[in-house]
């Protein structure tokens, strides 16, 4: 992965909480009563907030060695149907352990007002090389 | 927050191809079963948000709507489609999801209803 993004943005889009995507993810997560509540808090992923490959492109992120090792989302509300946003997100760390990448990643989804709805920071993991 | 210990239903491939459209995440390590194993992978594994969200949702279930939260996971495992699931949770919202004998996901949850 690309440790010279540290401290740079990686990703900035706009985006909108369409009905239609929190219907989807509510399936997904489940035939629960509480599915589309849940939906409208995990609305988004934001390393895949551009489609994953822009993601995959900008951090040169090698897939077959990447793991995805943590995820935390703090939340000061849910998303609301059809709401506006903007996501942004930021390299905050990177380091090198026992010849494995650790790169955390931080993206923020304000509304065009300023307000932040919520951050999530995502850890991924590039393992070392197999030797040939 | 509420005190859990439940089985969960096994995610299902279907919930793993919903949710790849649904979040534009098309690695075919979630849905194609022979590329995942080439990929020395046990077949088709979930995503990590998908099971970060299954467990948010039991989480939602037993305690209300969260107006606001935190929720932070160290992802242990892959899941498999059809793997047993479990939830248990903590007063002081330690949370861990296996998937079958194995740890999927650890991590703490705190957050207050609406």
């Known amino acids: 992965m690309r440790q010279e993004l540290l401290g740079k943005q990686v990703l900035s889009t706009d985006l909108v909480a369409h009905g239609i995507k929190l219907e989807e993810l509510g399936y997904a997560i489940g035939n629960t009563t509480t599915s589309a509540t849940t939906a409208a808090i995990g609305l988004f992923f934001g390393p895949t907030v551009c489609g994953y490959r822009t993601f995959v492109e900008a951090t040169q992120l090698d897939l077959d060695r990447a793991l995805l090792g943590g995820h935390e989302i703090h939340w000061k509300r849910p998303f609301k149907a059809d709401e506006h946003l903007q996501a942004t997100m930021v390299m905050k760390e990177h380091t090198n352990k026992n010849g494995m990448e650790f790169g955390v990643f931080e993206t923020e989804f304000r509304t065009p007002a300023g307000e932040l709805v919520q951050m999530q920071r995502t850890t991924f993991i590039e393992r070392a090389p197999q030797p040939k | ?114």
């Open chain 2, 1 to 114: 927050m509420k005190q859990i210990q439940q089985q969960l239903p096994p995610l299902s491939l279907e919930q793993l191809v919903r949710f790849a459209g649904a979040v534009q995440d098309f690695n075919p390590i979630h849905y194609d079963d022979a590329f995942a194993r080439s990929a020395g992978l046990p077949g088709v594994i979930a995503q990590g948000p998908l099971t970060f969200l299954v467990a948010l949702d039991a989480l939602v279930a037993a305690n209300g709507e969260l107006e606001s939260g935190q929720f932070q996971v160290r992802l242990k495992a892959p899941v498999t489609p059809g793997a047993p699931l479990g939830l248990t949770c903590s007063t002081e919202g330690d949370v861990e999801l296996t998937a079958g004998q194995t740890v999927a996901l650890s991590g703490r949850v705190s957050g207050g209803a609406a």
